[in-house]
């Protein structure tokens, strides 16, 4: 018996050190950073898929939008062309986690920039300025802009800048919230809903998408600094990605972005440039 166990014991402890020894020649070891990853050639870059003229998995495959245009303009700064990027998506409840956990190396998706958020992860940027806005059917004459909200029940995405701006400044509406703004329209064409708020941004490429269907009401009533998420404590990766989204305002492509994606979708001008923030 004690031969037995002996040899089950040594036969264990090699299937471990076998195990440990293939994790390691199979990478299992600490992630590269992202710097490493462009030096490579290749990145892993969060944005949202459901967001038309912002940021949007097309049905072949593809993605589009202003934060897509952004991401990629910043990764060819860092040295990755287009098709070495990887796009993964980063619903709003889930940016913070996939930045910690180094499932991307950066986040571009409509990511206000807030003190509570900068606990967790870094920013680059701003690269846009936008305000909270609401949207409802073109038919909903009650809902005029946020002046008009109390009693009502307006949808946003969990975790998001104006769902908390909702809860914590307009107690007399009621705030449902799910994890796309795409399951918000299905409850405001269903009815149950009033309205979609947040940036205005968004909205307009939703507006846009279903013209006739929807319209943006009111006027904005908070300002969102975008900024592109990174992990905490990289600064060097946040001066590269700042220094490419200045050359981006400098050389016109960041307008050409904009009016080829949103602008054009929403005539909408394009807005004057964000000053980034160097902190």
Same mark, same amino acid.
């Given at each position: 018996m004690r031969i037995n166990r002996a040899l089950r014991i040594g036969v264990g402890a090699l299937a471990v050190?076998?195990?440990?020894?293939l994790t390691a020649g199979c990478g299992g070891?600490?992630?590269?950073?992202? #710097?490493?990853? +462009?030096?490579?050639?290749?990145?892993?870059? *969060?944005?949202?898929?459901d967001q038309p003229g912002?940021?949007? /998995?097309?049905? =072949?495959?593809?993605?589009? *939008?202003? =934060?897509?245009?952004?991401a990629k303009y910043v990764a060819g700064k860092l040295g990755v062309q287009?098709?070495?990027?990887?796009?993964?998506?980063?619903?709003?409840?889930?940016? %913070?986690? #996939?930045?910690?956990?180094?499932?991307?190396?950066?986040?571009?998706?409509?990511?206000?920039? &807030?003190?509570? /958020?900068?606990?967790k992860v870094d920013f680059a940027g701003p690269y846009y300025i936008a305000g909270q806005s609401l949207l409802v059917k073109a038919d909903n004459t009650e809902v005029t802009g946020s002046e008009s909200i109390a009693g009502k029940t307006v949808c946003s995405v969990t975790g998001s800048t104006p769902a908390q701006n909702i809860?914590?400044?307009?107690?007399? &509406?009621?705030?449902?919230?799910? =994890?796309?703004?795409?399951?918000? #329209? %299905?409850?405001?064409n269903s009815g149950a809903l009033a309205a979609v708020t947040?940036?205005?941004?968004?909205?307009?490429?939703?507006?846009?998408?279903?013209?006739? &269907?929807?319209?943006?009401?009111? %006027?904005?009533?908070?300002t969102e600094n975008y900024g592109i998420g990174l992990k905490k404590g990289d600064d060097e990766l946040r001066g590269k990605i700042n220094d490419a989204i200045e050359a981006m305002f +400098?050389?016109?492509?960041?307008?050409?972005?904009?009016? %080829?994606?949103?602008?054009?979708?929403?005539?909408?001008?394009?807005?004057?440039?964000p000053t980034v923030d160097r902190y």
């Open positions: 050190s076998l195990a440990a020894a070891g600490e992630k590269k950073s992202a #710097l490493e990853n +462009a030096a490579d050639g290749k990145l892993t870059i *969060g944005i949202k898929f912002v940021g949007i /998995r097309n049905r =072949d495959g593809s993605y589009s *939008g202003f =934060d897509v245009e952004v287009p098709e070495g990027i990887t796009f993964k998506e980063a619903p709003t409840p889930q940016r %913070e986690t #996939l930045i910690e956990n180094g499932q991307v190396d950066f986040i571009v998706a409509t990511y206000s920039i &807030t003190d509570a /958020r900068k606990e809860q914590k400044n307009f107690p007399d &509406t009621q705030l449902q919230t799910y =994890d796309t703004y795409s399951l918000c #329209l %299905e409850g405001v947040t940036d205005d941004i968004i909205l307009a490429g939703y507006a846009s998408q279903s013209p006739g &269907t929807y319209k943006v009401v009111g %006027e904005p009533f908070t +400098a050389d016109g492509s960041w307008d050409r972005a904009f009016q %080829e994606t949103v602008g054009q979708a929403a005539s909408y001008p394009t807005p004057p440039t």
